[in-house]
C-alpha cells in the first residue's frame, strides 16, 4: 500500500492537477500588471471596512491596467443567507465598484477563470487535496469532536500550546494501511496537511502595508478538506488564488497571523505566492477606548447606511481615500475638479493601524461634492433617492420637477455654491420652506434675532413691501434698497458704520435682512435671499409677510 492508494481510495473521481493547471493559463496582462479580488463570505452585509478593501483593491488593479475579482467564499455553508451574492454585488455596484471579472448575481458570472462561487469548485479543491495525499504531504484523520475535545482539555491543563500538531497530532502517524483500513470499516475522517513546519524556527515575511514581519513557522496540521467535502478557507485561498492567478491579496490584517501557513501551503502545493497587504481596519472611539467598527454595535458599519440616508456613492468611496493615503487631502485642495481616479493611490503608504471612523468628515465631504452638482443632478438623484425612502420627498418633487430644480439652483454653479445639503435625506428639511403647502402647514416660530419686538418687527416688514420692494430689481439695486430702508428706520446702513460706533445705532442692515428673512422662511438661515424672493414671488411674498405678522405678539 502507499500514498497512491490511499488518495485513490479517497477521492477515487478527483482529477489530475495538470488539467486545471491547463484550463488556468497565465492571464495575459500587460507587464506590471496587478490582480486583485475581493472574497467575501455571501452573509447579505457589507461592512465598511469591505468597501474600504473593494475600493483599493480596485483602484490598484485599475492603475496598473490589471484586473479585480469578486469571488465568492460559501464554503462554510453555515454562514450563508438567502440572496447574499446578490446582496453583495448590489452593493459594489451601488457605490460604482463593479468587479471586471466573477460572481454577477447569484447564480450568473463573468470571467473564464470561474466558477467564482467556491462551493462549485469542490472538485477542483480535491484534486489538489488528492495530489498532496499522492505525496504523503496531507492525509486522513479520524479524531472524533470527543478525541479533540479531550486533546483540548489536556493541553488547556498542561498549559500547552493548543492545536493539532507534533504529537498532539494523533493521525499523522498512522500508516498508509491503518489508515485504509479505517476508511475501508466506514470510519468517518476529514483530510489535514501533514505540516513541515517547526514552531521554533521563524518566517520572514515582506506585507505591502505592514512591512517586513516574521512569525514562527506554522506546524498545525490544519484541515484542509472538512468532512462535507468542502475546503476550510486556507486551503481554498491558496488553490483559488493560485488558479484566478491573483498577484496581489488585499484584506483585513485579522489575517495576518495566517501567513506562515499560507505560504506553507503554496510551498507544499508548488505554486508561487502571491504578494499580500493587510489592511487595518477602521476603528470607531467608544467611551475614550478605541475598538473597531462593530457589525453588531454600528449601524454606520453597513454600507447600506450610507444608501438609506442619501449620501452619495462619490462621498463615501472619497472619504475612503482620505483614510487611505494621508496626502489625498492636500491633493484633492490642489485639484478640486478632478475625478478620484486620477489620484495615484499608493498602497505601500497606507496606515499601519486602523484610521478612526469620523462621520462629520464624510458629511463635510459630501457637501462639498453635491455642491458641486448641478440642479438638475440634484433634483434627479434626490428623486431615485426619494422614490425608494421618501414618499413626502418623492411626491413634492414629482409634482414640482422645474419648481424644484429652480430651488435647488440658489446659490448653485457660482464660485462658492450653497453647502446645505450633505445627504438627500437634508433635502425636505432644507427646501420644505420654498413649498407653499409645506410652509403653511407648520408651525413656525419664527427666531427674530437683534431685532425682535412685534413692533419694530412690523416696521420693517410693512415699510419694505410699502416702499423697498420692487420684483424687477436686480441684485444689487435689491441690496441697496434694503440699505435704504434700514436708514430710513435708524438702523446703520452699513456693517462698518455700526462698528464704528456701536451705541448711535440699535442695528444694522445685516439685522434687517435677519426680519426680512426669518419672516420670510421662518429661519435665521437660507442660501441667497434674492433669489429665494425671485422664485417666490410678489404675492407670495407678501402672502408670508402677512402670516409672520399675525404671528407677532
Ligand atoms: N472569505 C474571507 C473573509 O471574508 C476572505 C479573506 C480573504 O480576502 O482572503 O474574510
Given amino acids: 500500500m502507499d500514498y497512491k492508494e490511499l488518495a485513490d481510495l479517497i477521492f477515487p473521481n478527483a482529477k489530475p492537477i495538470e488539467e486545471y493547471e491547463k484550463q488556468y493559463p497565465e492571464r495575459n496582462?500587460?507587464?506590471?500588471?496587478?490582480?486583485?479580488?475581493?472574497?467575501?463570505?455571501?452573509?447579505?452585509?457589507?461592512?465598511?471596512?469591505?468597501?474600504?478593501?473593494?475600493?483599493i483593491a480596485q483602484k490598484v488593479a485599475k492603475q496598473t491596467k490589471g484586473l479585480f475579482f469578486l469571488r465568492i467564499e460559501d464554503t462554510d455553508q453555515k454562514r450563508e443567507v438567502?440572496?447574499?451574492?446578490?446582496?453583495?454585488?448590489?452593493s459594489l455596484k451601488d457605490f460604482g465598484l463593479e468587479a471586471d471579472e466573477g460572481m454577477t448575481g447569484e447564480n450568473s458570472e463573468k470571467g473564464s477563470y470561474g466558477p467564482y462561487k467556491q462551493s462549485l469548485r469542490k472538485d477542483i479543491y480535491q484534486a489538489y487535496a488528492k495530489y498532496l495525499i499522492e505525496q504523503g504531504k496531507a492525509y486522513p484523520c479520524f479524531c472524533t469532536p470527543e478525541d479533540l475535545e479531550e486533546m483540548r482539555t489536556k493541553q488547556e491543563t498542561a498549559k500547552i500550546r493548543p492545536g493539532y500538531y507534533g504529537v498532539w497530532a494523533k493521525c499523522r502517524n498512522l500508516t498508509v494501511e491503518e489508515m485504509v483500513q479505517k476508511i475501508k470499516e466506514g470510519k468517518p475522517y476529514i483530510v489535514r496537511l501533514k505540516s513541515p513546519g517547526r514552531e521554533d524556527r521563524k518566517i520572514k515575511h515582506h506585507d505591502v502595508i505592514?512591512?517586513?514581519?516574521?512569525?514562527?513557522?506554522?506546524?498545525?496540521?490544519?484541515?484542509?478538506?472538512?468532512?462535507?467535502?468542502l475546503p476550510t478557507y486556507h486551503f481554498a485561498h491558496a488553490v483559488d488564488d493560485h488558479l484566478m492567478k491573483t498577484t496581489l491579496v488585499i484584506r483585513g490584517d485579522e489575517w495576518l497571523s495566517s501567513i506562515p501557513l499560507h505560504l506553507q501551503l503554496f510551498s507544499m502545493l508548488g505554486f508561487k505566492a502571491p504578494k499580500y497587504a493587510h489592511i487595518a481596519p477602521i476603528m470607531k472611539e467608544d467611551g475614550g477606548n478605541k475598538r473597531k467598527l462593530s457589525k453588531r454595535k454600528d449601524p454606520e458599519a453597513a454600507?447600506?447606511?450610507?444608501?438609506?440616508?442619501?449620501?452619495?456613492?462619490?462621498?463615501?468611496?472619497?472619504?475612503?481615500?482620505?483614510?487611505?493615503?494621508?496626502?489625498?487631502?492636500?491633493?484633492?485642495?490642489?485639484?478640486?475638479?478632478?475625478?478620484?481616479?486620477e489620484f495615484d493611490l499608493q498602497i505601500n503608504k497606507m496606515s499601519v493601524s486602523g484610521a478612526l471612523f469620523d462621520m462629520v468628515k464624510i458629511l463635510d465631504i459630501s457637501k462639498t461634492i453635491i455642491s458641486k452638482y448641478t440642479a438638475e443632478k440634484v433634483y434627479e438623484e434626490s428623486y431615485q433617492w426619494a422614490c425608494k425612502y421618501d414618499e413626502t420627498l418623492r411626491k413634492l418633487l414629482e409634482e414640482n420637477k422645474e419648481y424644484s430644480i429652480r430651488v435647488?439652483?440658489?446659490?448653485?454653479?457660482?464660485?462658492?455654491?450653497?453647502?446645505?445639503?450633505?445627504?438627500?435625506?437634508?433635502?425636505?428639511?432644507?427646501?420644505?420652506?420654498?413649498?407653499?403647502?409645506?410652509?403653511?402647514a407648520k408651525k413656525h416660530e419664527y427666531p427674530y434675532q437683534t431685532i425682535s419686538t412685534s413692533d419694530k418687527v412690523k416696521e420693517i416688514l410693512d415699510a419694505y413691501m410699502k416702499?423697498?420692494?420692487?420684483?424687477?430689481?436686480?441684485?444689487?439695486?435689491?441690496?441697496?434698497?434694503?440699505?435704504?430702508?434700514?436708514?430710513?428706520?435708524?438702523?446703520?446702513?452699513?456693517?462698518k458704520e455700526y462698528k464704528a460706533n456701536p451705541d448711535a445705532y440699535p442695528g444694522h442692515v445685516g439685522d434687517v435682512s435677519t426680519v426680512l428673512r426669518v419672516a420670510l422662511t421662518g429661519r435665521t438661515n437660507t442660501p441667497d435671499m434674492y433669489e429665494i424672493m425671485q422664485i417666490l414671488g410678489k404675492e407670495k411674498i407678501?402672502?408670508?409677510?402677512?402670516?409672520?405678522?399675525?404671528?407677532?405678539?
Fill in 82 to 90: 438567502e440572496n447574499g451574492v446578490t446582496e453583495i454585488v448590489t
Fill in 210 to 229: 505592514k512591512g517586513n514581519v516574521d512569525f514562527p513557522e506554522n506546524d498545525q496540521d490544519i484541515v484542509i478538506i472538512k468532512a462535507d467535502g
Fill in 408 to 440: 435647488f439652483n440658489i446659490e448653485r454653479g457660482n464660485k462658492k455654491p450653497r453647502k446645505d445639503i450633505a445627504k438627500w435625506s437634508d433635502v425636505l428639511q432644507e427646501t420644505e420652506y420654498m413649498y407653499e403647502s409645506l410652509f403653511e
Fill in 542 to 553: 407678501e402672502k408670508r409677510f402677512e402670516l409672520a405678522k399675525k404671528a407677532l405678539k
Fill in 29 to 55: 496582462l500587460p507587464e506590471g500588471a496587478v490582480v486583485t479580488r475581493f472574497a467575501p463570505s455571501p452573509t447579505g452585509f457589507v461592512h465598511l471596512g469591505s468597501l474600504y478593501q473593494v475600493v
Fill in 467 to 495: 416702499e423697498y420692494y420692487h420684483p424687477e430689481d436686480d441684485k444689487q439695486t435689491w441690496f441697496d434698497r434694503i440699505k435704504e430702508l434700514a436708514g430710513s428706520l435708524g438702523y446703520a446702513k452699513e456693517v
Fill in 303 to 341: 454600507v447600506s447606511y450610507y444608501t438609506e440616508l442619501g449620501i452619495p456613492k462619490e462621498a463615501v468611496v472619497e472619504y475612503l481615500y482620505n483614510i487611505a493615503n494621508s496626502n489625498f487631502e492636500s491633493w484633492r485642495r490642489a485639484n478640486p475638479d478632478k475625478s478620484v481616479d
